[in-house]
């Protein structure tokens, strides 16, 4: 953990700026205002239209209230009324930055419902595309928060690494955002010829460049002094609050359904799940950036380990679940998504519920922003991770 | 029955979990127990709704620490659930709690599990957005969290219609609840008020598509010679085209051809059913008929989407002419009738 070394040598465990002695001028009780400050809905600190009505007194937050439901599009109200194979264009879209997990999610909730055995094949190439899209939701977090930080290098090279996996996934899933590449039983099509050369060239070449990332953004001493000690958030809060993946890692909780629960073929590699100690929004960062790696890992594995076969399998025309209901979750990038998924027997869903992992994270915003300052609300809000439209689906 | 802690070195038994549950809170706390498709649910009573899940969060036998999600289920004339989810990060156990609402479908309302986890102040009101479902003892479940403030109604409850599927019904034969394993249209069976099911407009695009599709596949094989587009007009439907086709002459009309009527429209229709010989037909038809349309398009003005929406004629832009035709040849009829 050399990256949390460094953080300890430049900033031992001090907040920034409490080792400076300030002048204070006149008897040092000033007038403060209180205000109340909207920011957003159309903020860039909020990733889109997100609002955050905040309680001010001076500079220091005293309250906030998220105001949520901009991108409200009833998602689950919409699912209700399509058949179990078009569920898929719908989730990959409330997440758009995670549209491969979230299709993959409903895929397998079907498939438990109607214990369906998945070929070999498909569930390798399910989890290399898996991983692929979480290190393209990464890399567009690096890019955003960084910008957010003040520094704009960050969001190029992301988008540099981005674009190649893009047009890696889209050779396969013919999809940039949205791939609709699961189907119930397996995934559309097989691979096209070369890509398992081209992932594993790309996996290298990015491999080679997240040690720039890593020392451009984490050891970097302006980002350091902007995160270390920001926003922390304790480890009981986080799970109360449902608060999962990296900005539940960062509290030093390793729960990850990938390990603790694995579905797929997780369970027959090795996974690393990168842990922080102190939750701020460093530790986030941090944990966000080792992911990377570790989904690269992963990749590694997959290529060594990807059978040959087919790839998915004859259907009945009508796909309909049993009755009853299940609880599926599995790891989206942004942490643990889960879909409750009731059936009446018929070919639509009685309910799906979408628990979507960026509902919780913004639920948690108010914690965190009482008692900062308004400059660090921004570092707060870009380090939680959140999707807009998973938030509101 | 499998072992629910795959981390802990001590396995524990479904039922030994619920045995050691039964100690703290009573039999008489749960209803049931299913763990079918690997989800372990406790259908708890609606008196020990908070009582089961402190026990769950406080006692260290269990330590039910990350509050995953919290929802609500409509349950046809029963009224609602709300299912509540546990995970102990622990243990590696999830478990669903599952409740029935008290007060049927009026008055719902549940005790509020906010003093227990600060994540179920936000899915709490979200619940009440949805089904209208009070939490007593929660801090504010308004203002709406995820509607507009001002929106009407609880859009998850089933007798709340999808707004889309009121305004018109679903464009083609295709709509997966609503068509068989053949294709033919069948009334869905609603549960719970009078939910917008197929209409007679309805089945009578789903009947006339399937004469199309039939009258292609038979003659196409017999009458190879000639063009299929002709023997659509010729074999398909003769009356029906006729009607449909007032040619540009003014030619005395068979049939008055009330608004009413929902005449089957054979543009649109050719998409739904994909056949390998008829593929090429579909667009040269259209395009064919177009500048002869504008009486058709008059004639079938309650026609719910307007004539051929999923037509390429309309998407490419070929049926612009159609608005200033259409006021005299909508006289015309009207005058000679």
Redesign the interface.
């Known amino acids: 953990m050399s990256d949390l070394e460094t953080r300890e040598r430049i900033h031992p465990g001090t907040a920034p700026g409490e080792d400076i002695a300030l002048e204070i001028i006149g008897d040092g009780d000033f007038d403060t205002a209180e205000m109340t400050l909207s920011i957003g809905p159309a903020h860039p600190a909020t990733h889109g239209v997100l609002r955050i009505i905040m309680e001010m007194d001076g500079e220091r937050i005293r309250d906030a209230h998220p105001v949520?439901?901009y991108m409200?599009r009833?998602f689950?109200?919409?699912a209700e009324?399509?058949?179990y194979r078009?569920i898929k264009a719908l989730v990959n879209r409330h997440d758009w930055l995670s549209g491969f997990a979230n299709e993959l999610g409903v895929a397998l909730a079907v498939e438990?419902?109607l214990e369906m055995e998945v070929p070999e094949r498909a569930v390798w190439i399910r989890m290399l595309l898996a991983e692929w899209n979480r290190i393209l939701n990464h890399l567009m977090f690096i890019g955003s928060y960084a910008i957010e930080l003040g520094a704009i290098t960050p969001m190029f090279y992301a988008f540099r690494e981005r674009e190649d996996i893009q047009y890696l996934l889209e050779s396969a899933t013919g999809g940039r955002l949205h791939f609709t590449y699961n189907q119930v039983g397996g995934i559309k099509v097989d691979l096209p010829k070369g890509f398992l050369q081209q992932s594993t060239d790309i996996a290298a070449t990015i491999r080679k460049r997240l040690q720039d990332y890593k020392d451009l953004i984490l050891g970097n001493e302006i980002f350091q002094a902007r995160t270390v000690g920001v926003g922390a958030l304790e480890r009981?809060?986080a799970?109360?609050?449902?608060v999962?993946g990296p900005t539940l890692h960062a509290t030093g909780?390793a729960?990850d359904s990938r390990v603790?629960?694995p579905y797929l073929k997780y369970g027959e590699i090795d996974v690393t799940v990168p842990v922080g100690e102190h939750g701020d929004c460093y530790d986030r960062f941090y944990c966000l950036v080792h992911r990377i790696q570790a989904s690269l890992d992963i990749i590694d594995q997959v290529h060594d380990a990807m059978p040959s076969g087919p790839v998915n399998q004859k259907l009945p025309?009508?796909v309909k679940a049993p009755e009853?209901?299940?609880?599926l979750?599995i790891e989206n990038p942004l942490g643990?998504l889960?879909y409750?998924l009731?059936s009446d027997g018929?070919?639509?869903p009685?309910?799906l519920?979408m628990?979507t992992p960026s509902?919780?994270n913004v639920?948690?915003i108010p914690?965190l922003l009482r008692g900062t300052l308004v400059p660090d609300a921004i570092a707060v809000l870009g380090s939680v991770f959140f999707v807009v439209g998973d938030v509101?689906? | 029955m499998t072992d629910l802690l795959p981390r802990a070195e001590a396995s524990l038994s479904v039922e030994d979990f619920l045995e050691a549950l039964a100690e703290h809170v009573g039999e008489q706390a749960l209803s049931g127990v299913t763990n079918e498709y690997d989800t372990l649910t406790l259908h708890v009573e609606p008196g020990s709704w908070v009582e089961v899940a402190r026990v769950l969060r406080d006692e260290s036998a269990f330590g039910f620490d990350l509050f995953d999600s919290l929802f609500g289920v409509d349950n046809r004339d029963e009224g609602f659930r709300v299912v509540a989810i546990l995970y102990s990060t622990s243990t590696g156990v999830r478990v669903l709690l599952d409740v029935n609402v008290p007060g049927g479908r009026d008055a719902p309302v549940l005790p509020s599990l906010t003093g227990l986890y600060a994540g179920a102040n936000w899915m709490e009101r979200e619940t009440w957005d949805m089904f209208g479902i009070e939490f007593n003892g929660h801090p504010g479940l308004a203002p709406r969290i995820l509607n507009v403030e001002n929106f009407e109604g609880w859009p998850l409850r089933k007798d709340f219609f999808l707004a889309s599927r009121v305004a018109k019904p679903w464009p083609g034969v295709k709509e997966p609840a609503e068509t068989d394993e053949d294709g033919n249209v069948v009334e869905r069976e609603t549960l719970l008020g009078d939910a917008p099911g197929p209409t007679d407009l309805d089945k009578a695009m789903a009947d006339h598509a399937k004469a199309v599709n039939v009258a292609i596949a038979e003659p196409a094989v017999e009458e190879a010679a000639e063009s299929v587009a002709e023997d659509v007009a010729a074999t398909e439907a003769p009356e029906a085209l006729v009607e449909l086709e007032p040619e540009p002459e003014p030619e005395p009309e068979p049939e008055p051809e009330p608004e009413p009527e929902p005449e089957p429209e054979p543009e649109p229709e050719p998409e739904p059913e994909p056949e390998p010989e008829p593929e090429p037909e579909p667009e040269p038809e259209p395009m064919a008929q177009a500048p002869a349309e504008p009486p058709v398009a008059a004639m079938v003005a309650p026609w719910p989407l307007g004539v051929g929406f999923e037509d390429e004629a309309v998407l490419e832009g070929e049926l612009p002419d159609l608005p200033p035709d259409d006021d005299p040849a909508s006289g015309e009829p009207e005058g000679r009738l």
Not at chain 1, 324 to 327: K, L, P, R, S
């Open positions: 949520i439901g409200h009833g689950e109200k919409l009324h399509r058949d078009q438990k419902m009981e809060v799970l109360a609050y449902g999962t909780v729960e603790t629960e025309k009508v009853g209901w299940t609880y979750r643990q889960g409750y009731e018929t070919k639509t009685w309910r519920k628990r509902f919780s639920a948690v914690h509101d689906r």
